[in-house]
């Protein structure tokens, strides 16, 4: 969800785990925009996996459990059944977000006159802004899918790819220790 929704300033004083079903709960958990209202993500790590939980999931349930329960998860969300719903869904929960989020800009910054009294953006900058912003997503989540093989890629004489290549680059990019070092110093003493 973090790396899909492009969830920003997470640190690990916002991740609480439950005792008694061992859930894991992440407060504080949304997007953040940039001045135009447009989703900004500024982390070089997509979400949480550091050296401690790898360790803790060891690597067969980092390759053997992880992406092939996130390739499932993306692949049932980006299903040609489900594409319609979730940009709905989407387009809910950004309209929501982006009223909220200019409500909250600093005095400072120019607010367009609102509409109906509720609002602080015109109705077309917000249908601009929530079709921009679900419009990423839905190819951020198309970019991690599992990918359907032609039959041309099959007579190729490259070794074929594997379908779960976008979660197993997701998944690196959070191990990556590069990564890792250049995330907020909160985060070091976790890694």
């Not at 309209?95 to 509409?115: F, H, N, T």
Request: aromatic share 8%; net charge negative.
């Amino acid at each position: 969800m973090s790396h899909m929704l492009q969830i920003g300033g997470r640190s690990p004083n916002k991740i609480l785990f439950a005792k008694n079903t061992g859930k894991i709960y992440q407060t504080d958990f949304h997007p953040a925009y940039d001045a135009n209202g447009m989703n900004e993500f500024n982390e070089p790590v997509p979400f949480r996996l550091t050296r401690n939980i790898q360790s803790f999931f060891s690597p067969l349930g980092v390759e053997g459990l992880i992406v092939p329960a996130m390739c499932a998860a993306t692949q049932a969300v980006f299903s040609p059944k489900q594409s319609q719903h979730i940009w709905h869904q989407l387009a809910m929960f950004f309209r929501d977000e982006l009223l909220s989020w200019s409500w909250k800009r600093p005095l400072g910054m120019p607010i367009a006159p609102p509409v109906g009294g509720n609002s602080s953006m015109n109705s077309t900058d917000l249908k601009q802004k929530v079709t921009a912003n679900v419009e990423n997503v839905i190819s951020r989540i198309s970019g991690i899918a599992p990918q359907n093989f032609s039959e041309e890629e099959e007579d190729a004489v490259d070794p074929p790819e594997s379908v779960q290549k976008g979660v197993t680059k997701l998944v690196e990019a959070a191990l990556t220790p590069r990564n890792l070092c250049m995330m907020d110093p909160t985060w070091h003493p976790w890694c």
